[in-house]
C-alpha cells in the first residue's frame, strides 16, 4: 500500500503503531491530507471491512478530515482521484 502510493508521488507516514483507533496511514498528495484506514484479510476475528470499537471510538471523535476505507492499494489511488 505505502510503496503504490509513493510511486504515485505521496508523501506517507505511518501510524499504525498510534493505536488507540487511530487510522494506518497519514498521506498527502495535491496539497491535500488524507487519513487512511487500510482493512485486509488478516484480521481473521471479524470481518475484513468492519472497524474495531476503537476505530469507530475514533472516528467518532474525529472533527478533521474524513477517514477512507480501502482494502487494495488500487482502491486507496482510486479514493484519492490518482487512478
Known amino acids: 500500500m505505502v510503496e503504490a ?14 493505536g488507540d483507533g487511530v487510522p494506518d496511514l497519514l498521506v498527502g498528495v495535491r496539497g491535500q491530507t488524507w487519513l487512511i484506514e487500510v482493512k485486509s484479510d488478516k484480521n481473521t476475528h471479524r ?13 467518532a471523535r474525529w472533527r478533521g478530515a474524513k477517514v477512507v476505507i480501502v482494502h487494495t492499494p488500487a482502491e486507496a489511488l482510486a479514493a ?4
Open 47 to 59: 470481518r475484513a471491512t468492519e472497524l474495531t470499537p476503537a476505530q469507530e471510538s475514533w472516528h
Open 80 to 83: 484519492l482521484g490518482l487512478a
Open 5 to 18: 502510493l509513493r510511486a504515485c508521488g505521496c508523501s506517507v507516514y505511518s501510524l499504525a503503531e498510534c
